[in-house]
């Protein structure tokens, strides 16, 4: 086995050094903890991005050659991959997620599946449709169990990285929601979201630049919304319209509902307090 690891890191250094403008990381164990990690990778080259080792390469997917990345540390610790698998690659709850979705008739431009360090592997579908009346294209975050985590219109392809949670935020999650397990991160304009599954529950968990706790948005059903704020929506312009999301909103300043409606094709959300009256 370690005659066989030492073939592949050579053949490794091969290919990562093709040109004089190739790079190759000095720590033999960042390359031993690329190919523990993906057995198959073959194709490696390597460069530098957000202060981390990235290997760029190929690996078997279910018999199917695959383009991957990955990031690792300067002493060899894995904290994420990047594969780019084919749709059909993809649980059959994800596929069935989608395809009922609102979504389903899109052209699928991209499936990802995500990797990240103690987290759990999320999928990323990116669609599009063309059609001048419409928003025409989406990026679809999935877990394996075919829960929709989040969906980003018309936004900026998925930038990828590694994203190192610290101390203070993870003593809060821990401490508010000894259950969960992390299931993605996400970084954005200094605001951190953790998303979790706190049994069957859904948490997204905001943290500011200083990993102070900005606030926490729970997914619940239709049937969980209190029946004061059923009763603010039924009194409202949108009684008609049809329920699609719901959710607690909790923050420093107290919690409300945040309820999306739909209704041929629009889309309204409506923010609840507890009190039943509508937020602004």
Do not use: H
């Not at 699609?244 to 209704?263: F, K």
């Amino acid at each position: 086995m370690k005659k066989y690891l030492f073939l592949i890191l050579a053949a490794a250094m091969l290919v990562g050094c093709d040109n004089d403008d190739a790079i190759f990381p000095s720590n033999q164990k960042v390359v031993e903890s690329l190919l523990t990690q993906y057995p198959s990778a073959q194709n490696i080259t390597w460069g530098r991005a957000w202060g981390y080792w990235l290997a760029t390469f190929d690996r078997a997917e279910n018999e199917i050659m695959v383009e991957c990345e990955a990031w690792l540390s300067n002493d060899g610790i894995w904290y994420l991959g990047v594969s780019n698998i084919p749709y059909t690659s993809l649980p059959t709850a994800v596929q069935n997620s989608f395809s009922t979705s609102q979504y389903g008739g899109w052209f699928i431009d991209e499936v990802d599946m995500i990797e990240r360090y103690d987290s759990e592997v999320v999928y990323a579908i990116e669609a599009e449709i063309d059609n001048i009346d419409t928003a025409n294209d989406v990026v679809l975050y999935y877990t394996p169990d075919g829960i929709l985590i989040r969906s980003i219109l018309n936004g900026i392809e998925p930038d990828y990285r590694p994203i190192i949670l610290g101390e203070q935020t993870t003593n809060y999650i821990s401490t508010n929601y000894p259950a969960a397990t992390i299931i993605d991160i996400a970084a954005a304009n200094d605001i951190t979201e953790v998303d979790v599954m706190d049994g069957t529950t859904l948490r997204k968990i905001y943290f500011d630049g200083k990993q102070e706790w900005l606030m926490t948005e729970s997914r619940i059903s239709a049937e969980e919304l209190p029946e004061i704020v059923m009763q603010t929506i039924a009194d409202s312009q949108y009684a008609a319209w049809e329920i699609i999301d719901a959710e607690l909103v909790e923050n420093p300043d107290g919690e409300y509902y945040q309820v999306t409606l739909a209704v041929e094709g629009e889309q309204v959300v409506m923010k609840v307090n507890i009190e039943g009256r509508i937020l602004q």
